[in-house]
């Protein structure tokens, strides 16, 4: 059974970093892209970063230059390293590989 769990997210102020990790167990990560996405309240969700297992990335605009990708395979874990949040990105942090998602994490940005 595959299962992916997110950790890492919490309150932080404007300006703040957190990162944020996914967790699989059941699946082997580096054989397969790996993505985060995120979901405010009230708004569709929203890609956010994927990692392939060449790793090749790519970002959403909104995030460009703020937010890293990366992967360890040996951990079977993927991050989100989040600098210079703002308050538009608080929402919930979920990763996606394949057909399956996380549960997800909350981040929230405010003073």
């Known amino acids: 059974q595959v299962q992916l769990v997110e950790s890492g997210g919490g309150l932080v102020q404007p300006g703040g970093s957190l990162r944020l990790s996914c967790a699989a167990s059941?699946?082997?990560?580096?054989?397969?892209?790996v993505a985060w996405y995120r979901q405010a309240p009230g708004k569709e969700r929203e890609f956010i970063a994927l990692?392939?297992?060449?790793?090749?990335?790519n970002y959403a605009d909104s995030v460009k230059g703020r937010f890293t990708i990366s992967r360890d395979n040996a951990k079977n874990t993927v991050y989100l390293q989040m600098n210079s949040l703002k308050p538009d990105d608080t929402a919930v942090y979920c990763c996606?590989?394949?057909?399956?998602w996380g549960q997800g994490t909350q981040v929230t940005v405010s003073s």
């Open positions: 990692i392939t297992r060449d790793y090749y990335t």
């Open positions: 996606n590989t394949v057909s399956y």
């Open positions: 059941g699946t082997i990560f580096s054989l397969n892209t």
